[in-house]
């Protein structure tokens, strides 16, 4: 994992998260998760974005699906004091593993390294670990997956998820944050968080402006 590139700790580019030429290259996501057969696509998921609020409505999400007996996957991120924390699965709701997260890297090393050497070096620590937990969501068979989006949403590594497998999307707030990375101004962090809704797919919207969740 030390060899992969760390934006958390380097800081992300300018228009990273942008739906441009600068933006992350989710085919980068995509070809790790082929080489891992493709686990996202074997789960319904619910994609959740915004500035504010997206961690607390996964959490939210995650603990009334699992009161209701279903078998939840939870990835959120920045973690706290360790990483295991970012995933979840089952009906404990605590943080994966440390046996069960070293047998999952073990499952997925070789793929992992064939990425590495295939993208000359830019597979980044995220978009590894993301792909890791949608591997153990599908080697878990969980019956719904809730997934926060770590930077925006468009060209998050996180957005690979398929209208097919996507229950819902959500955006709780919009907000002036990571400015530089979103384009620069309020309505390019709107469109780059939008990126997460799917064609004829359900989506809530939560603002300040208006209390109450609407769907379309």
Not at 164 to 192: D, F, M, N, P, Y
Request: with cysteine; aromatic share 6%.
């Amino acid at each position: 994992m030390e060899r992969l590139r760390n934006y958390e700790r380097s800081g992300v580019p300018r228009g990273a998260g942008t739906d441009s030429d600068d933006g992350f290259d989710l085919g980068r996501m995509r070809r790790l998760l082929r080489r891992l057969g493709d686990p996202h696509t074997h789960f319904p998921a619910v994609h959740i974005a915004g500035t504010k609020g997206k961690g607390s409505t996964a959490a939210f999400l995650s603990n009334i699906m699992r009161e209701q007996g279903y078998n939840v996957g939870c990835y959120t991120s920045p973690h706290l004091l360790t990483i295991r924390e970012r995933i979840s699965v089952g009906q404990s709701g605590g943080p994966v593993s440390a046996e069960l997260l070293r047998d999952l890297f073990g499952h997925a090393k070789e793929a992992i390294g064939q990425s590495i050497e295939s993208e000359d070096g830019a597979l980044t620590h995220f978009e590894v670990f993301t792909a890791l937990s949608y591997l153990l969501f599908s080697q878990e068979n969980v019956d719904i997956a809730i997934v926060e989006a770590g930077l925006g949403g468009a060209r998050d590594a996180t957005n690979v998820i398929q209208s097919t497998e996507l229950a819902a999307s959500v955006i709780t707030t919009v907000g002036k944050e990571h400015l530089a990375a979103l384009g620069g101004s309020l309505q390019s962090i709107a469109v780059a968080k939008s990126g997460i809704i799917k064609q004829e797919r359900p989506v809530m919207l939560f603002s300040h402006l208006w209390p109450f969740p609407c769907s379309s």
